[in-house]
């Protein structure tokens, strides 16, 4: 017998649980034609802000053991090109859109929330608390509880769309900012966004990102992520989107045993442009071998 | 513009390549002859494309942008030469005949082979400019563009592939030990005679940032491969941006992707 991969995150159904993870998938364009982007449980796009922003100088990434680091700086057209151009073409596609906000200041989170309010392809919005590459606004939104709860609450009352709230793995307690998350009103919480590393290179004596700091993902961070989804699960109500380092099926099923609803691939879609595809198939492969028959099922199902 | 592949109609993702060939041409210079599967095989490369080649150990998740430096769709073989710089460019030089690696691509725009033809027809004088490990893509340009001038800069007499040039280019070197040809850069030898019409160029930035002010000072038209290091390849990430003086495609904030709307610009368009 097939599972039914479908989940369900705030009342919106997905297909399956499989998405990219905000940045590493442009909005499917370049990918489009090398898969059927329909088989994807949704799209998530890179962060959308009201003005374009140019994003930080390069080098803007490097690669570190078991993963890499990043400094874009949320490099993006704005969300006047993104909805003439991006969501006129993911009309054509059949799955969920994600889309992901970012900005500097609480006005600019609500302009373009506004903006998408009555754009009925925005299935979810994620919002974007928790870029460390960025230097004002994004990270400091999130990692503090007050401004947190504050800024949810402002976007909630805004949104027409369900609200996701990205969270930082770099603060001391997750339980305290998803806690702020859900009491601001948060439909749903995403994470692990990068941990802030960097990188010196020792024979020029000078740091290789531009920026000089850098948002670490890829397999390497997987471990602490599965962690904070747990404690994250242990915290909250409201569904999680587990997402960091997942290479596998089995990295996948590990983030829904400590607690996702559905799961993000990041860094790893740089490794190989397929690697959605054949985790959800992976994923399917496994329920039939455990005779499961719901994959939501398995949503926060390690034995404790 | 997306990515282009000569294979129309497929789908431009991964491919596992066979590795024909693995040998050192210079003190740290590496070549590998990658056979695509039959059925695989781009139609062609446009000079100036690359491949992305990934590590198959698993700690390293990031392919390597490497330009093409020759292209066989008969036999679906294509040669690559770079550098031995770090672990991963050090694992492909380990890499032996008969091994596998995955490769994404033919990637990117290459050189605008229709104008060059176009022009060279109708009597424009051409350099092809290469330094360092620059040099290599600009082989597949000469082969495709025979009857040129090659302009190439090492640091030493540790010469490699020049032989190869001098069969489709009227080939000259510079070193910047003195030890063989000219001492000094590709400019010193630019300078010493007429200014060609056209330029193409790959190389490092220094040499780059000097071949656009010559091509300015000169009305050369001149042709740049930039370089600039890369997580997707392939127009996602935006990890690859350079400064452009016309709003790019992507972000219309004018940084334009070296992987997608690169990696060769016109000089003019770009800021190094």
Known sequence: ????????????????PVMPASGTFGSGLEYARMMDLSRLGAIVTKGVSNIPWEGNDVPRVTEVPGGMLNAIGLQNPGVDVFIERDL???KQVDTRVIVNVCGKSEQDYLDVVERLADEERVDLLEINVSCPNVKEGAIAFGQNPESLFHITQEIRKKAKQPVIMKLTPNVTGIAETARAAE??????????NTITGMKIDVERQRFVLANRTGGLSGPAIHPVAV??????AQAVRIPI?????IASAEDALEMMLAGASAVAVGAMNFNDPLIMLRIIDGMAAYCERHGIGRISDLTGAVHT | MSTRDGAAGRPAAKKTVRVSTVKELADGICELVLTYPERERPENAVPGQFVMIYPGDGSHILGR????????PVEGALRLVFRVVGKGTGELAALKPGEEADVLGLLGNGYPMEELRTRKSEGAQIALVGGGIGIPPMLE???QLPGCRAVLGYRTDDLFLMDEFQEYAVTQAATEDGSFGTKGTVLDVLRQGAAPDILCACGPLPMLRALKEYAAENGVTAFLSLEERMACGVGVCLGCVCRTTYKDAHSQVNRARVCTEGPVFRAEDVEL
């Open chain 2, 65 to 72: 942008p490497i330009s093409v430096c020759g292209y066989n």
């Open chain 1, 1 to 16: 017998m097939k599972a039914d991969l479908s989940v369900n995150i705030a009342g919106v159904t997905l297909k399956n």
């Open chain 2, 141 to 143: 340009l000469a082969r």
């Open chain 1, 227 to 232: 962690r904070m989804v747990y404690e994250t």
């Open chain 1, 241 to 245: 989107i587990g997402m960091g380092g």
């Open chain 1, 183 to 192: 009491a601001g009103g948060a439909d749903a919480i995403s994470l692990i």
């Open chain 1, 88 to 90: 006129a073409f993911l």
